[in-house]
């Protein structure tokens, strides 16, 4: 199959183009550089230079190809064009650039989706990464469950609206939902900011009693998932990268303390933004979810390491003289 990935040389697209090399599959990938395209040569893809806003480029790539994997997102100001960094950053008061930064990626999001389905062959697949964080929180998700505009990760439901109408106009359009940890021993997610935070503040914390939940997938047992989607997912069908039991956040803490060696305490929800910044809503957030349909309908079997095994063998930066555990 000849297929268009974007995010080609993310942390997920990157394992998601070996594996599909490596499964017989022909592989173009999106690259925002030359430094981007020199590595997707070398994995053995094709190169189509540009961003999720290039739609030429896109219609022209997804027009060529048998199928579509969907990864890319614009997660950092410095992804957007100048001028839509300009509205974000000055459309409105500072308070709401947060805000305007996730319409903004959303509504690139949705352009590349309908614009690459548009371009497909009737019964193609388009396989398009998806937060689980934009389910409903508190209680276990379900492949069956719709994404919820009211969550900690609601802005992105935009995104499976998009999805869902390429099925409806015959695509094999599908999503992959991914948990906040995709990892492996070098990045786990969101809890590589985690991490990061412990040794910028020198203590490992959780909101409350940090009984709230986080989901996990190895990254290659998530590349396994999307070329199984992309090879026999049904259109419209959500399909969840979930490699473990859901981990209360205090285990988490827990096994970043023990790893980068600084003391393990609980915050207040009032001091959380203090501490954490723009992650603490994720933070506080309790997003289990389940993989049993996934797991039967693909015959997905994840085999990757565990997350709290990939906290203990990350990389920790070295520690700035006068902090707590430097002597």
């Not at 030359?34 to 219609?59: K, M, P």
């Not at 991490?195 to 009984?211: C, E, L």
Request: glycine share 12%; hydrophobic share 45%; net charge positive.
């Amino acid at each position: 199959m000849r297929v268009f990935v974007t995010g080609a040389t993310g942390f997920i697209g990157s394992e998601i183009v070996r594996e599909l090399i490596s499964s017989g599959h022909q592989v173009t990938g999106l690259a925002r550089s030359a430094a981007s395209a020199r590595r997707l040569e070398a994995a053995g893809a094709g190169v189509a230079l540009g961003t999720i806003d290039s739609l030429e480029v896109l219609r022209r790539e997804a027009g060529r190809a048998d199928g579509v994997i969907h990864t890319a997102f614009f997660h950092a100001l410095s992804h957007m064009a100048f001028g839509t960094r300009s509205r974000v950053l000055f459309g409105g008061a500072p308070a709401g650039i947060l805000g305007r930064f996730t319409t903004a990626a959303v509504g690139a999001d949705c352009r590349a989706i309908v614009t690459m389905g548009g371009a497909l062959d009737k019964g193609a697949p388009l396989i398009a990464a998806f937060p689980t964080m934009a389910l409903t929180a508190g209680r276990i998700g379900e492949e069956t469950d719709a994404a919820d505009p009211a969550s900690v990760g609601g802005g992105r439901a935009a995104t499976e609206q998009a999805i869902h109408a390429l099925a409806g106009r015959g695509l094999r359009a599908a999503t992959v939902r991914l948990p906040p940890s995709v990892h492996d021993e070098t990045k786990q997610g969101l809890v590589t900011q985690l991490i990061a935070t412990a040794g910028k503040k020198h203590v490992s914390a959780y909101i409350g009693a940090g009984d709230n939940r986080w989901c996990a997938v190895h990254r290659q047992d998530a590349a396994r998932l999307f070329v199984r989607a992309l090879e026999r997912g049904e259109a419209g069908a959500h399909y969840h990268a979930i490699g473990e039991d859901p981990i209360p956040l205090r285990t988490i803490a827990e096994a970043i303390g023990t790893s980068s060696r600084v003391p393990v305490t609980p915050i207040s929800r009032e001091d959380a933004a203090k501490h954490f910044g723009w992650l603490a809503a994720f933070i506080r957030t309790d997003n289990p979810v389940a993989s049993r349909i996934t797991r039967e309908a693909l015959e997905w079997a994840p085999a990757g390491p565990g997350l709290l095994a990939d906290v203990a063998a990350a990389p920790r930066p070295a520690r700035a003289e006068g902090s707590p555990q430097s002597a």
